[in-house]
């Protein structure tokens, strides 16, 4: 009986005189609970009062994606003035979408104003080209209205290729056409003359003589018609 009362006292002494530091050794019941991804749930002290989600309202109107960026983190961190992250969040994505397209259609409206300005220019150099050739014509300052007018005339009844290739072509009213552009005063006056005879006697010319023929005429008409130009628009005077 003593025996066995000497080994309960020395059970419950050995219990009394244990480590103190053995009962602080946490457990696997004691760890902390883990979240869905297998990290530690957030402390308490993380979830308490802080100023975050009013910076983060304030950052979503002066530099929204900063601003929406801490909301999201301010409704991770904190319960506390969740309205504050939602508005945030909501107000910084905005902002931020609403920032975006303003520059995208300002980038837009600055480049319609560069092409504007591009055609403008290229406007003006085309018409001060047409300005020289004008000026360059032997016949400018030399033409009227009416003659102007009858070269038009002859023009809808002559032949599309601008020259004759066959007799079938040649009509009565194209010979009278030239032949009232032979009765100006302009510098090509004589070699609307020429073309005219040379109608005429079309069959008695070989093809050399076509080509001649066809390639003055050309160049009468070119000239004729620039120093016709400034009648019809007054701003290539």
């Known amino acids: 009986m003593e025996e066995h009362k000497g080994k309960a006292m020395a059970g419950m002494?050995?219990?009394?005189?244990?480590?103190?530091?053995?009962?602080?050794?946490?457990?696997?019941?004691?760890?902390?609970?883990?979240d869905d991804i297998g990290e530690a749930a957030e402390l308490a002290e993380d979830l308490a009062p802080t100023r975050l989600p009013a910076l983060a309202a304030v950052l979503a109107f002066l530099v929204?994606?900063?601003g929406a960026v801490l909301g999201h983190v301010a409704m991770r961190r904190t319960y506390w003035r969740r309205g504050l992250s939602r508005l945030a969040i909501a107000a910084g994505w905005t902002m931020t979408a609403l920032s975006a397209s303003g520059v995208l259609l300002y980038l837009?409206?600055?480049?319609?104003?560069?092409?504007?300005?591009a055609l403008a220019v290229a406007e003006e150099q085309a018409q001060e080209q047409m300005r020289q050739a004008i000026a360059n014509s032997p016949s400018y300052g030399l033409v009227d209205e009416e003659f102007c007018q009858a070269l038009t005339e002859?023009?809808?009844?002559?032949?599309?290729t601008e020259f004759v290739t066959s007799q079938e072509q040649i009509s009565g009213a194209m010979v009278e056409g030239y032949e009232t552009l032979a009765g100006t005063d302009t510098p090509n006056a004589q070699v609307y003359d020429d073309y005219a005879q040379y109608l005429v006697s079309f069959a008695d010319h070989d093809v050399d003589e076509?080509?001649?023929?066809?390639?003055?005429?050309?160049?009468?008409v070119n000239e004729d018609v620039l120093a016709c130009l400034p009648l019809v628009d007054e701003t290539l005077e």
């Open 13 to 34: 002494g050995g219990e009394t005189d244990q480590d103190p530091q053995e009962k602080d050794v946490a457990g696997p019941d004691d760890r902390a609970p883990e």
């Open 64 to 66: 929204p994606p900063i």
């Open 108 to 117: 837009n409206y600055q480049d319609e104003v560069a092409r504007a300005e």
């Open 154 to 160: 002859v023009a809808e009844v002559s032949p599309r």
């Open 210 to 220: 076509h080509v001649a023929r066809a390639e003055a005429l050309q160049q009468a």
